[in-house]
């Protein structure tokens, strides 16, 4: 199965972005990754390359969502549903078999997706 890991990420969730990815970068089953960065500018989006740089993860793509500051609870309702009609998007214009929606604080067993495919299987 070709799948994409697919995820917004945010620097409010900068406390758990490098250990997430580590994470990613060592599951068994292979799967692309896209995260889609919704932060104010792209100062943030630039630290997770570097994040992916130190890690050395190379199969990765980082899309940046802009905005503006002090977003209404609507608007951040919005930024967040911009970010995944862009993965979306990228699923279908990459023919994936599956989408992992995977929130960028939350670590999972490195063998989580062959167990995944199995039960698609």
């Known amino acids: 199965m070709k799948i994409l890991i697919g995820t917004p990420i945010h620097q409010k969730k900068d406390y758990a972005i490098e250990r997430w ?13 896209l ?19 130190r890690i050395g993860l190379k199969k990765y793509l980082i899309k940046h969502i802009e905005h503006s500051q002090g977003m209404s609870n609507d608007e951040i309702e919005e930024r967040i549903e911009m970010s995944q009609l862009l993965i979306a998007k990228e699923i279908l214009a990459n023919n994936y078999d599956a989408w992992l929606s995977w929130e960028c604080d939350q670590i999972i067993p490195l063998d989580a997706l062959d167990r995944l495919v199995k039960l698609q299987e």
Do not use: F, Q
Not at 21 to 33: F, I, M, Q
Not at 36 to 51: C, F, L, Q, T, W
């Open 35 to 53: 995260m889609v960065d919704n932060s104010p500018g792209i100062e943030y989006m630039e630290r997770a390359k570097g994040y992916c740089k």
């Open 21 to 33: 990815l580590e994470n990613v970068s060592k599951l068994e089953y292979p799967a692309d990754l």
